[in-house]
T-cell receptor, first 112, second 114 residues
Framework: AQTVTQSQPEMSVQEAETVTLSCTYD???????LFWYKQPPSRQMILVIR??????QNATENRFSVNFQKAAKSFSLKISDSQLGDTAMYFC?????????FGGGTRLMVKP | DTAVSQTPKYLVTQMGNDKSIKCEQN?????MYWYKQDSKKFLKIMFS???????INETVPNRFSPKSPDKAHLNLHINSLELGDSAVYFC?????????????FGSGTRLTVV
């Protein structure tokens, strides 16, 4: 069974600043994928970024980037130049063992 | 074009009733899932189907029965609804069991049992 820990239940950041959301996980798989999903108040689950565990290079997607440390089983999300529209719940989710397992989420508030 | 569509979006019903939630995807994916999100926003997998075959059946009461008539559809039927079943139910799909390209979610069905 996989476990996913997001140690920051809530965070806030000023508009245009940078924020990092942390995530650690545990899996016995060697080949897997990792995702960050965003859930705004509309409740839609939106894929933010994905990382392949066998790739050492950290994924980036515009203002979003990850710091993936495979040995430490750590997968943090960095949001640069935060925007008001980034206000949402963020979920870390490794995909292994034929399913996506979610962390408890971090509620991010971007303040003007 | 909605990639994963769920109906209904909202469902309010009385305890003891039976209800169904329908899900359809037009992405050509071969794997579909049902997730439950509780009031604390925690998301937990319930079922997954790959090419109409049940792959994952987590510890879910027998009152919940998924049905996959074809690869593009995965419906969820719930018998004898209880107050504790109130939650948001998400359908999702992916290509392959590992979901390498990511999982695409429907917009969710908020079920309220009164």
């Amino acid at each position: 069974a996989q476990t996913v820990t997001q140690s920051q239940p809530e965070m806030s950041v000023q508009e245009a600043e940078t924020v990092t959301l942390s995530c650690t996980y545990d899996t016995s798989e060697n080949n897997y994928y990792l995702f960050w999903y965003k859930q705004p108040p509309s409740r839609q689950m939106i894929l933010v970024i994905r990382q392949e565990a066998y790739k050492q290079q950290n994924a980036t997607e515009n203002r979003f980037s990850v710091n993936f440390q495979k040995a430490a089983k750590s997968f943090s999300l960095k949001i640069s130049d935060s925007q008001l529209g980034d206000t949402a719940m963020y979920f870390c989710a490794p995909a292994a063992g034929n399913m996506l397992t979610f962390g408890g989420g971090t509620r991010l508030m971007v303040k003007p | 074009d909605t990639a994963v569509s769920q109906t209904p979006k909202y469902l309010v019903t009385q305890m003891g009733n039976d209800k169904s939630i329908k899900c359809e995807q037009n992405l050509g994916h071969d794997t579909m899932y049902w997730y439950k999100q509780d009031s604390k926003k925690f998301l937990k997998i319930m079922f997954s189907y790959n090419n109409k075959e049940l792959i994952i059946n987590e510890t879910v009461p027998n009152r919940f029965s998924p049905k996959s008539p074809d690869k593009a559809h995965l419906n969820l039927h719930i018998n004898s609804l209880e107050l504790g079943d109130s939650a948001v139910y998400f359908c999702a799909s992916s290509q392959g069991l590992q979901g390498a390209s990511g999982y695409t979610f429907g917009s969710g069905t908020r079920l309220t049992v009164v």
